[in-house]
């Protein structure tokens, strides 16, 4: 076999591969000889089948299958004798001309990058903290006593109010016409949660049991209903029942509810801060991982193989399309999505994956097996039974790989963070939660 490697443009590169004739042909003739000792045929025993019958039968399919396997053979061979790093699968194409008795081919492939990361001590990241305090632990328990309250029926003559549970009966009209979805019976909402409009919750308040009212209600531009986005609407509303909301008292009680063993306010307290503080790192990492990685790509130099880019890109699409099948859309498998739109992301993607593989190897930042036991276990806590979900993980490859990632991204921010120029800033507890 005679081996050349052109440089084309940026990271492509073409091998030519030759191969002797005879090598495809003896391969062949073997494969059909073992194929004919199985092989039935009606008029003959099994095992009998004449070579010519087999050969006519199954030559075209065997000689596919010694050409793809010789070919990617050689071209395996030929990448690792020139310690080539191939990226993605090569394009291989058959030349109208060969020296006689050979067969020639073009593998056209891309090599990964020579990455180069920069000084990082030039690069400034941010890096957020934040802290859990006492007036997130109360709006904590206020949400638990939410999640708990019950509800009684309000005297007739008192009106709707903030937090009340109401029943009513509705019907809009836009110029005069019913619309779709614009009516309903026996329809229950909470007062003041955001579950409607602000104009309808706003106008529903002060309602008493048994009366009816009939206000506009402009619906917003970007509302999810096209039909009725941007107009204007006449509500019909009818207050059929109103229930006042009882919250739980704070007490002993109540956190024997929430599965506190010792059953006091203070163990409670204590029990939800945990819970906050883990949410909050685990926050607080997300964050800073993602300040890192931004900071990473700017310091790190090199070229983007696009078949990496096109596998990213095709990945994506069909995660998009199992995303679209789950929620109910027909034919999601066949929906035209245009695979340009993820193009910008598989880059970033690629391009972030490659520096960070080049940084993991040059400081030895690979996860250690003290670090996966220790975030599996740190993760395991936010669970009923924190056993069964370590033995969850270890007991899956796959699930460990996931770990491993997070792990190796943690490593390489902590490392960035201590070389870079870092801006340290205090977050607020409810900006981080609801970034």
């Known amino acids: 076999m005679t081996v050349t490697v052109e440089t084309l443009e940026k990271l492509e590169r073409r091998i ?16 059909l000889k073992r194929l004919s000792r199985t092989v039935k045929a009606d008029g003959f025993r099994p095992g009998k089948v004449p070579m010519s019958v087999v050969a006519q039968r199954y030559g075209y399919s065997v000689q596919y299958e010694v050409m793809n396997d010789k070919v990617g053979q050689a071209f395996n061979n030929a990448a690792t004798e020139a310690k080539l790093r191939v990226a993605g699968q090569p394009r291989i194409t058959q030349k109208d001309e060969a020296p006689e008795g050979t067969i020639a081919f073009d593998a056209t492939f891309e090599v990964y990058p020579e990455v180069k990361i920069g000084d990082l001590s030039a690069v400034e990241v941010e ?17 638990l006593r939410k999640q708990r309250r019950t509800f009684a029926q309000r005297p007739a003559a008192e009106g709707a109010a903030e937090g009340d549970r109401v029943t009513i009966d509705f019907e809009g009209k ?21 579950q409607m409009l602000e104009q309808f919750d706003k106008a529903v308040r002060g309602m008493k049991t048994g009366e009816s009212k009939t206000f506009p209600l402009q619906f917003p531009e970007d509302y999810h209903g096209k039909d009725v986005a941007g107009k204007e609407a006449d509500f019909l509303v009818t207050m059929k029942k109103i229930e006042a909301a009882h919250l739980p008292e704070v007490d002993e009680a109540f956190a024997k509810s929430l599965g506190i063993a010792e059953g006091t306010v203070e163990a409670l ?10 949410e909050v790192k685990f926050r607080v990492q997300a964050r800073n991982k993602a300040n890192v990685m931004d900071a990473l790509l700017k310091a790190a130099e090199l070229e983007v193989p696009n078949a990496l880019v096109a596998n990213e890109v095709e990945r994506m699409t069909e995660q998009a399309r199992a995303d679209l099948k789950q929620r109910g859309v027909k ?29 993991v190897r040059q ?22 039974k924190p056993a069964e979900v370590v ?6 490859r796959q699930r460990m790989s996931e770990v491993e990632a997070v792990v190796i991204e943690n490593n390489v921010t902590e490392y960035v963070l201590g ?17």
Not at 269 to 278: F, G, S, T
Not at 391 to 396: C, G, I
Not at 419 to 435: I, Q, R, T, Y
Request: hydrophobic fraction near 40%; charge should be negative; glycine fraction near 4%.
């Open 269 to 278: 307290r204590a029990d939800i801060k945990r819970n906050l503080e883990r």
């Open 174 to 194: 836009i110029d005069g016409e019913p619309f779709s979805g614009g009516k309903a019976e026996a329809f229950q909402f909470l007062i003041g949660e955001g």
């Open 331 to 359: 034919d999601a498998d066949k929906a035209p999505i245009p695979a340009e739109i993820f193009r910008p992301q598989a880059e970033r993607r690629v391009r972030l994956g490659l520096a960070v593989a080049e940084l």
């Open 391 to 396: 033995r969850w993980y270890l007991s899956d």
């Open 419 to 435: 070389k870079a120029k870092v801006v340290d800033k205090s977050l607020p507890f409810d900006e981080l939660m609801k970034a």
């Open 16 to 31: 030519t591969l030759t191969l002797a004739a005879t090598d495809i042909s003896n391969e062949v003739e073997s494969r």
């Open 127 to 143: 890096r957020v903290t934040a802290d859990v305090s006492d007036e997130a632990i109360d709006r904590t328990l206020d949400i």
């Open 363 to 384: 400081n030895n930042l690979q996860a250690k097996p003290d670090q996966l036991q220790a975030h599996i276990e740190e993760m395991a806590q936010s669970y009923e």
